[in-house]
């Protein structure tokens, strides 16, 4: 039996791309999951097919560019008498690709609300209820992404989620709850493109490795889920 079986895991962007093999990945791992999207219609085939091999399962739904909508899918998942044991921080949106000096500030502002602001405010409420009972993992996906000055508001909401993690993380040590940051790596998605050289499935298992980690394992740690590949021989 697996150490996350039983444990309730809220995975944001669970949809398709890189949320949904991680939805996917935590399921045999025998977690219950609580899937975000924009619109629960989104996720009805993932919750069906994770269903069908018997998960438990169900979906919530937010755009994460409204406070109020992450507010009240904060409060509904800490309705559930689980809780949520596994924050899985997934979800983002990519900017539109601009010409040097020509960003609009509401690309900017845009890139965080959904990729900076959404995602601290899920950790800040989170937290606190994995901290009373010791125990916790959070995963914030960020990316490798750099010299790219067209997707500046992309790649500045990724260094400030990396931000996050940095400031906060001191004071988890030893608290049961570890926090840490995931690049998927450049994969073939609606994000990152039909040019990316790698499929979505080699996010994993790498993806699992920040989840799976021993209790008294570091937080703030930086993992590169293709560093985990099984599927190509390493030198
Ligand atoms: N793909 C890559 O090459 C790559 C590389 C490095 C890092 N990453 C990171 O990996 C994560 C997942 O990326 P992906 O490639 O899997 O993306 P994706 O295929 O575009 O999927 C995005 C997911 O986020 C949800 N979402 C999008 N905009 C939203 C909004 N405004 N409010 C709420 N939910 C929203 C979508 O839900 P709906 O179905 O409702 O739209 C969908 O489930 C992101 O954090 C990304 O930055 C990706």
Redesign the pocket.
């Known amino acids: 039996m697996s150490k996350l079986s039983g444990k309730w895991a809220l995975v ?8 949904k093999q991680v939805a996917l990945g935590l399921a045999e791992q025998g977690c219950k999951l609580l899937l975000h ?3 629960l219609d ?1 996720l009805e085939p993932l919750l069906k097919e994770l269903r069908s091999r018997g998960a438990e399962a169900r979906g919530v739904a ?4 409204n406070a109020a909508q992450v507010d009240a899918l904060i409060d509904s998942v800490l309705r559930d008498p689980g809780g949520v044991d596994i924050l899985y921080n ?4 990519m900017s539109p690709w601009r010409e040097a000096h020509t960003t609009p500030g509401d690309d900017y502002r845009q890139s965080f609300e ?1 990729n900076v602001v959404a995602l601290s405010r899920l950790c800040d409420r989170l937290l606190p209820p994995m901290l009373k009972r010791r125990w916790g993992r959070i995963v914030n ?5 750099e010299n790219i000055r067209e997707l500046l508001p992309y790649s500045m909401s ?1 260094a400030a989620v990396d931000r996050y993690v940095r400031d906060v993380t001191p004071s988890l040590e030893g608290t049961g709850v570890i926090m840490s940051l995931l ?5 073939r ?4 493109g039909d040019k ?1 050289p790698n499929a979505v499935e080699t996010c994993l298992p790498g993806a699992l490795v920040p989840v799976l980690l021993e209790d008294g394992a570091p937080s703030g740690r930086f993992y590169r889920a293709q560093d985990y590949r099984t599927d190509i021989a390493k030198n």
């Open positions: 944001t962007g669970a949809s398709r791309g890189v949320g999207a924009r619109q989104h937010a755009e994460l560019s997934n979800a983002a949106i959904v996906v960020t990316s490798g992404i990724k690049d998927p790596g450049w994969l998605t609606d994000l990152g990316a």
